[in-house]
């Protein structure tokens, strides 16, 4: 009692030196040691990406921006759009939570905090020093809130606040009780701290003169320093998450990804897209040293997983990428490939069309060529004569861009959704050996995100020193069945074998609703009421009395 008390004067001195009055910050860097990206809580979700030079490891800036493109219909067919711009007095979206002036900002934990944080906590069930990023973390309902950030957070959704690790399982952040930052993602199912998080917020602001979407959304990015691990060391990763805030579903909906490359000199960059990747990316034009650049340029790519949810729980996929030509490009590009200005225009490059509404065609610049109709361009290896690319082409260069398009997908009123993203880059001496890298890159990436190692199949990424854990979550699969999938007011956990001793129930983000423990010996049936959550993919993650665990997933469709 006497060591809680000494923390609770500690924590009001420690508050009353003026840090809680700091204004947030309304940018951030996230990085490994080699490439980091500004993330920003207003106008583009990121507005540089520093790379190093091949030839002497100066940083250069290869990406201009990213921002988020939304758009879908009302059950009457009317268009909703959002959109996030450069500039914020023209963007469609606000950072920070619905309704809680002042909480534009963005947050950035490292893992050193966190493991401070972890180790202060494990010595004697308290915490004795005070990590401010670690209690500022915006995490539901966190009592620290308003004097670090100086807002409460008690009244904003679970699903729009940060991740965190739920001790008690009581889903309220509390770091004084040695709760922490947490990626809310599951990798291979090992909890492996990215070495750095930083998360932002941010919703779509009402009154524009078009319908926009109802949208309260957050971002949250992570990357990881790893000097034995190039697939980690040249990327940062990100997820968007999206919470359908209307009263009215939106069919057809996409969720777009707007990418500014600029490698080095912005007016002579190509691109080119990997369908079999669902990835974008850009390159100089001339391909020798030049815009900055004493060694070959680096191309820089931005992939999506293309995990939209549809109403069935089946992910949609990457749906088209689409190029976009500032009307500045010299000579001037087609009109019908210009920067969108009116709503139905952003929404035709959403769906894999120009600006006007014709289809993207192979062959020269895509525009109306006479080729065959596609949803990805210049697909073809740059150097590779004969392949459709840009270069191969004789395009002009130019200041490219390009939207990469998730969906479609139905999105009922209070649905959550996420998509996971990939920012990397590649040095080399050439373009096909730098695309060659990429491909590399993305499927390491994929089984590092996604793959599940059982035993006795052992992880590839356990000897990886940086991630410093081989304790796996699952060391043994339980079977089990999920029913009725999709489920409407409870669902139940059938186990091949008796002995259920635990059960979790998890949203999207990997946070905790529900927990049931301590459940009788011969338990193998278990029915959880889902009725009251809203629509959407869930989780249940079980443990069984002879250690074994399992998960599957479940979706609610009323």
């Not at 931005?302 to 992910?315: I, M, V």
């Amino acid at each position: 009692m006497a060591t809680k008390i000494i923390f609770a004067v500690f924590l009001l001195l420690f508050l009353e030196t003026g840090i809680s009055q700091n204004p947030l910050p309304d940018h951030d860097w996230i990085g490994t040691g080699r490439v980091s990206a500004r993330v920003n809580a207003n106008g583009a979700l990121i507005s540089e990406f520093l790379v190093p030079d091949n030839g002497n490891n100066a940083l250069i800036s290869t990406i201009g921006e990213i921002s988020v493109w939304m758009g879908g219909l009302d059950p009457a067919g009317n268009l909703y759009v959002g959109i996030q711009r450069p500039d914020t007095s023209a963007s469609d979206f606000r950072g920070g939570f619905r309704d809680i002036p002042g909480s534009a900002g963005v947050w950035k934990v490292t893992k050193e905090e966190i493991d401070q944080h972890k180790k202060d906590f494990e010595e004697d069930g308290n915490i004795d020093v005070v990590i401010p990023a670690v209690f500022a973390w915006p995490g539901y309902k966190n009592a620290f809130s308003e004097q670090f950030n100086g807002f409460p957070l008690d009244s904003v959704s679970p699903y729009m606040t940060a991740p965190f690790v739920d001790i008690d399982f009581d889903g309220i952040y509390e770091p004084g009780n040695g709760e922490y930052p947490f990626l809310g993602y599951v990798i291979n199912n090992i909890e492996r701290v990215p070495t750095e998080m930083v998360f932002s917020p941010f919703f779509v602001k009402p009154g524009q003169l078009y319908s926009t979407v109802p949208m309260d959304c957050h971002a949250l990015f992570f990357s990881y320093d790893c000097d034995d691990a190039t697939f980690l060391e040249d990327a940062v990763f990100g997820y968007v998450s999206i919470n359908n805030d209307g009263s009215e579903r939106l069919d057809s909906f996409f969720l777009a990804f707007h990418i500014n490359g600029d490698i080095g000199d912005p007016s002579d960059d190509y691109m080119g897209a990997l369908p079999g990747n669902s990835m974008v990316y850009f390159y100089n034009a001339d391909t020798l040293q030049g815009s900055g650049f004493t060694g070959h340029p680096p191309v820089v790519a931005f992939k999506s997983y293309g995990n939209l949810l549809d109403t069935l729980g089946n992910w949609s996929g990457v749906n088209s990428v689409m190029p976009i030509h500032p009307a500045s490009d010299d000579p001037p590009p087609f009109p019908g490939t210009t920067p969108p200005e009116q709503p139905i225009e952003f929404y035709n490059y959403m769906t894999g069309a120009w600006r006007d509404g014709s289809p993207l065609s192979s062959g020269g610049t895509g525009y109306q060529s006479g080729g065959q109709f596609v949803s990805f361009p210049f697909t073809g290896i740059p150097s590779n004569p004969g392949e459709w690319s840009e270069m191969s082409a004789n395009n002009a260069p130019g200041d490219r861009r390009a939207l990469l398009s998730n969906g479609p997908v139905t999105l009922k009123s209070g649905a959550v959704n996420r998509v996971l993203f990939t920012l990397d880059n590649v040095s080399g001496n050439s373009i096909s050996e730098q695309i060659g890298t990429f491909k590399q890159y993305s499927y390491v990436q994929d089984l590092f995100l996604f793959t599940d190692f059982f035993p006795p199949a052992v992880s590839p990424f356990d000897s990886i020193q940086c991630l410093n854990t081989t304790a796996a979550m699952q060391p043994d699969a339980a079977r089990g069945v999920l029913f009725p999938n999709p489920a409407r007011t409870s669902v139940t956990l059938r186990t091949e074998d008796p002995g259920l001793h635990q059960i979790e129930l998890l949203d999207i983000l990997g946070r905790r609703l529900a927990i049931r423990q301590n459940l009788p010996g011969e338990t193998s049936e278990l029915t959880i009421p889902v009725g009251e959550l809203p629509d959407g993919l869930y989780f249940i993650r079980w443990n069984m009395r002879n250690g074994k665990q399992g998960i599957g997933k479940f979706l609610i469709a009323k």
